[in-house]
């Protein structure tokens, strides 16, 4: 009896190392698909925890490192210097699971349709559902915030200080980035939409790069001199038409530091 509860002990304590390597390979896959999905949502990369679709991802991307680790395991396969070291097994199969999933056996075509053979269409389903919840979450908070942020916003006033600011606040925004920007708030300029529509609008398309705190502070920084002013009586609020010269002059101004 006593040396059957020996062997069972020696056992159970012989499989400690190999939990940890399986852990070790599926935190590697959670870390990796992490960054996958804090890439995907740059704008608000913490928000991605606050969702149920998040960590169906995070728990697919996991077992797949488990199921990796197993057959990089089962198979002996060599590592140069490391050898079959299980710790460099248990990395390499964290972070190679992606690329494994997002494999293709097959390309079937059918007429002008392409169909893939494999496990990428699911993981495509996979980031398609969390694409859906992240922008309904991330919606309902960016209306209500920004629309706080430039609800006395006089979008003519706004059009040219207001993104200029924020971006030479930003250090990291690449040249692509800030013509990106200088388009979307000249496209909104010549749209037929309402002054309000339009502010709130320029509101959305500068903190998507910055962030709804730094226009905030760009907004209250610049105070009156973006602000609607008061209606006098018999004075119209028909806001001023933007004029495809001043857009382009708005666009230069945009992108003058990233040139």
Known sequence: MAGDTLQTIAHITGLIPTFIYYSIAFLCGCVAA???????????????????????????????????YHMIKESGISFGPLENSPLSQAVLAGFSAMAILRSSVASIKRGQTTLEVGLAPVIQAFLDKVDRAFDRNRSRGELTEVGKIMGDVDFTKAVKDLPTTCLNLMQNVSKEEGERVGGEVADLGKSELSPQAKALNLGFIISRVTGPALLQSAVESLGDVIRASAQQPGVSGQQPVLTATYEEERIRELKKKFL
């Open 34 to 68: 992490t960054a996958e999905l804090f890439s995907r949502y740059s704008d608000s990369p913490g928000s991605t925890f606050r969702l149920k679709e998040s960590y169906s991802y995070l728990a697919l991307n996991g077992g797949a490192s488990l199921i990796t």
